[in-house]
């Protein structure tokens, strides 16, 4: 039985390293590689507690609930402090948890915000040079390793009632991001365009990630607002951005923002990150969890769902595709892995701590699950899939958790709602 576990993790990991290419010591953006929680680094903690396993803890100012990026010994995050107006920028030196920088970029006028979201939300993005941060404002700025900005871009202005939370991702030159705003003005019906009502406001963005310069937007239909962050797929040979919003799921031309795909869909307010695998895209709209084949060019509806499973679909927390389960985690607790063929739920079980507001990650064949009470569940898939994930350790810091955590070295790294923690060696 040991052997073929070993067997097993062997494989995972092999199908891992060669599907997301990113150095053990990064972790560059929103769910490091590509967005899908999946790290290369092995030799990682299993279990700690708020005073065993920790490296070091470092309290971070202000509120915000992006996660933490890491570039070598660099780990950035942004937080916003005066009650929330003042938008920063932080580095923190990977080794010590001594904070190197800690830069004002904006003061920003406070808007409308769901409970569950922060005045810092969206998480950097950082390509070993510079780093990119998006504000709720709908605001942008870089900066360099020393902290120096670079640029900045304000010529959006942005407002959505649940605020602001899709974190931007870098294609080549470009950062893009998904821009999905409601209504500002009037009452009734008019005050719920965009949030509980689709209009056609929404839109997927493009700057020059050097000069900060619009490049390209295009704009999505009929949607509702979203804090989906986008992902690169490869379809015959060419890469694609996916992105989910309200209603939809669609795929874009990256290096000219052509729409070649669009799936609708019933769902509301969409938050989950997609998962992609198997010539497929996992993803849900706060309806039912959805299997697209990739390979279609217009409104492929009815022709590219593989299929849909409405049980256990998630509200916040990001799909993870770990060869062979497509797991997801529900608003209640629900731990699930299903069979990314069929959508056909293999097995589910309920882990600790209640609800999970971050997403799960997959690294050294384990695979992490942290709730809002700051409780992280680690299970071992088993070698059987149809056979349900063994846990293996629950680790309990008793601080509030909404981040997701980040993954560098041998390392843990996990924000809490006042400081930023180190796990392991």
Same mark, same amino acid.
């Given at each position: 039985m040991k052997q073929t576990l070993a067997l097993f993790s062997l494989a995972l990991f092999f199908i891992v390293s060669t599907a997301f290419a990113q150095e053990p010591e990064q972790w560059s953006r929103f769910r490091g590689p590509n967005g899908q929680g999946i790290s290369t680094a092995t030799e990682l903690p299993t279990q700690w507690s708020a005073t065993e396993n920790i490296a070091w803890k470092t309290p971070i100012p202000g509120e915000g609930w992006s996660s933490p990026v890491i570039w070598n010994d660099h780990i950035f995050l942004t937080t916003a402090t005066d009650s929330g107006k003042e938008c920063r920028i932080i580095a923190v030196d990977r080794k010590s948890g001594k904070i190197l920088w800690n830069t004002l970029v904006f003061t920003q006028e406070l808007r409308q915000r769901h409970d569950r979201n922060s005045r810092a939300t969206p998480t950097p993005?950082?390509?070993? @040079?510079?780093? %990119?941060?998006?504000?709720?404002n709908g605001w942008f700025v870089?900066?360099?390793?020393?902290?120096?900005?670079?640029?900045?871009?304000?010529?959006?202005?942005? %407002?959505? @009632?649940? *605020?602001?939370?899709?974190s931007p991702m870098i %294609?080549?030159?470009?950062?893009?991001?998904?821009?999905?705003?409601?209504?500002?003005? *009037?009452? *009734?019906?008019a005050r719920r365009l965009g949030w509980q009502l689709p209009w056609d406001k929404s839109y997927l963005l493009a700057l020059d990630k050097n000069t900060g310069k619009e490049r390209w937007k295009t704009m999505r239909g009929m949607t509702r607002i979203s804090h989906s962050t986008p992902v690169v797929i490869q379809v015959a040979g060419k890469d694609q951005i996916v992105s989910m919003v309200g209603d939809v799921v669609q795929g874009f031309e990256p290096t000219s923002g052509e729409l070649i795909w669009t799936v609708k869909s019933d769902g509301e307010p969409a938050v989950p990150t997609p998962a992609i695998g198997e010539g497929m895209v996992f993803a849900s709209t706060i309806g039912p969890i959805l299997g697209i084949k990739t390979n279609g060019k217009g409104d492929v509806t009815a022709t590219h769902v593989a299929w849909q499973q409405r049980r256990n679909s998630p509200l916040t927390s990001s799909f993870l595709f770990v060869k062979p389960c497509l797991y997801v985690v529900s608003d209640n607790g629900t731990f699930a892995a299903l069979d990314p063929a069929t959508g056909n739920i293999l097995w589910d079980i309920r882990i600790r701590g209640g609800r999970p507001d971050s997403s799960p990650v997959y690294a050294d064949g384990n695979i992490y699950v942290t709730t809002h009470t700051g409780i992280t569940t680690v299970l071992k898939p088993n070698a059987d899939p149809n056979v349900a994930a063994e846990v293996i350790a629950v680790n309990d810091i008793g601080e509030m958790v909404q981040a997701t955590l980040a993954i560098a070295g041998k390392q843990i790294f996990l924000r809490t709602d006042t400081e930023l923690w180190c796990i392991g060696k």
């Open positions: 993005v950082t390509d070993g @040079q510079r780093v %990119y941060v998006a504000f709720p870089a900066l360099d390793f020393a902290g120096k900005v670079i640029w900045e871009n304000k010529e959006l202005d942005f %407002y959505s @009632q649940h *605020g602001f939370g899709t %294609y080549g030159d470009l950062l893009i991001t998904a821009i999905n705003p409601s209504n500002t003005k *009037g009452e *009734g019906e």
